[in-house]
């Protein structure tokens, strides 16, 4: 699973990293993004643009952050979005837990390549509480790759900068599947923080 993001690159090293043509001046936390933050994404509507969405599905009062890529077409919570409104999720790294002796052990994971990487994601609207409606984001999982597996038994599905465009791709190819693997052994910085609880949220 994927429960908490960390971006802190300025706006305009978004842009250029994912050679952006089009974007609404967005605001967003810089730090450690939390379900139900707005996170930065990256989309093709004919264009590539950068935009902000809130991060989770809205589901009986739930937020669901991830979603399991072996399923995601079996699912009709995510089948329409994975077809039809997939996106990347810029990171500088991700987070994750280990249950050490009864305690939960917080890792920062990065890439020891890139500063700036992308999660594959996908997105719909929802109408929330008051009525509204809120574009929200959730983030796809896989196996853990080898530098995870001592970590957790699911990892986000990382897509490498050589594939972006194909992830975003506004129809649909199978070959988009093949993306969704664990990503490449010896790339991956594993660093051990501080012990953290996270609970509720939902994870399908």
Known sequence: M???????????DILKRYMVQEYNR???????????????VIIKENKKMADVFLWGFL???????????ET?????????????????????????????????????????????????????????????IKRC???????????MREIHNRMPVIIDEKDEELYLYEGFDKSIMDLLKPFENGRLVIKREDRVRYENVSFL
């Not at 994927?2 to 305009?12: H, K, N, P, T």
């Open 137 to 147: 984001v959730t983030i796809l999982t896989t196996e853990p790759n080898d530098d």
């Open 59 to 69: 589901l009986d009062n739930k937020r669901v952050i991830n979603a399991r890529s």
């Open 72 to 132: 995601i077409l079996d699912k009709p919570l995510f089948k329409n979005a994975f077809l039809s409104g997939r996106c990347i999720v810029p990171v500088n790294g991700f987070f994750e837990w280990k249950n050490e002796k009864g305690k939960k052990i917080k890792y920062r994971i990065t890439l020891k390549d890139e500063d700036i990487f992308s999660l594959a994601g996908i997105y719909r609207d929802f109408k929330d509480k008051d009525g509204s």
């Open 26 to 40: 967005f605001e967003y936390k810089k730090g450690e993004g939390f379900p139900g933050d707005n996170l930065p």
């Open 2 to 12: 994927c429960g908490r993001v960390i971006l802190e690159s300025d706006f305009q």
